[in-house]
């Protein structure tokens, strides 16, 4: 198991080290790690208020 903290919410996970994710932050050191609820925060988008206005001259 690998220790990592989460760069929002800076909480600590631990995930297996032969995952594909915990091999990508060892190999590469841009790569950063985002919580699973952080994650559903961010992926959701922001429902807006659609407002149409049409200029027709």
Do not use: G, W
């Not at 925060?41 to 206005?53: I, V």
């Amino acid at each position: 198991m690998k220790k990592v903290t989460c760069i929002i919410c800076d909480t600590e996970v631990y995930i297996d080290e032969r995952t594909l994710e915990a091999k990508r932050l060892r190999n590469d050191p841009i790569h950063t790690f985002m919580c699973d609820e952080c994650k559903s925060r961010l992926d959701t988008p922001k429902q807006r208020r659609q407002k149409t206005t049409f200029n027709h001259r």
